[in-house]
């Protein structure tokens, strides 16, 4: 059994535990957060958070004011995650990738970002399904322990991204086509 209350190399560490409304994380599911067209822009982004965790945390939706051990520096963050969403905008338009890249590319740089104090690996695993589903792919069903050193897909995701982050999608985008 993979226990989640363990910290986890490679996660934001996270002792503080002000603003925490329950004592256990929701599961949720691509038609609890969004079921219709995702426009992907800034505010949607937020709302997206907000949905996914604001019965867990009173700072849901809400961008980190302070520096993690992952993600850019705090100040940055608005304007990344603005540049995220015109890329996106852009990607589309111009077919720049096929539909699995751009989810890779998604996730990647949200989790590169990392916006939030916490939940920012779900929030990007969830952009990334959203997308998927809008354009007509199955999303991935990621396991919701999957950076618990016990889950033996950890070390493969955390080395997609870290390749990702040397400009080779390769490994990410093929977990992207896991639907199980």
Not at 130 to 155: C, F, H, T
């Amino acid at each position: 059994m993979i226990d989640s209350t363990k910290p986890i190399d490679d996660a934001t560490p996270f002792g503080d535990v002000s603003g925490l409304k329950l004592p256990n994380d929701k599961v949720y599911t691509l038609n609890e957060v969004y079921e219709k067209e995702a426009p992907f822009c800034y505010s949607w982004m937020m709302d997206v958070h907000n949905e996914m965790f604001g019965d867990v945390w009173d700072w849901a939706g809400k961008l980190r004011k302070i520096e993690l051990s992952i993600g850019i520096k705090a100040y940055l963050v608005p304007m990344e995650l603005k540049k995220l969403c015109d890329d996106i905008t852009y990607w589309d338009k111009n077919k720049t990738f096929d539909i699995f890249e751009t989810a890779a590319r998604i996730h990647h740089r949200a989790v590169q970002i990392h916006p939030f104090v916490n939940g920012n690996g779900r929030w990007s695993r969830m952009l990334a399904n959203i997308y998927l589903r809008q354009n007509g792919k199955m999303p991935v069903r990621w396991q919701e322990d999957l950076l618990a050193k016990e889950n033996p897909k950890r070390s493969t995701y955390i080395q997609a991204l870290k390749k990702a982050d040397n400009s080779n999608y390769d490994d990410l985008i093929a977990l992207h086509k896991i639907t199980y």
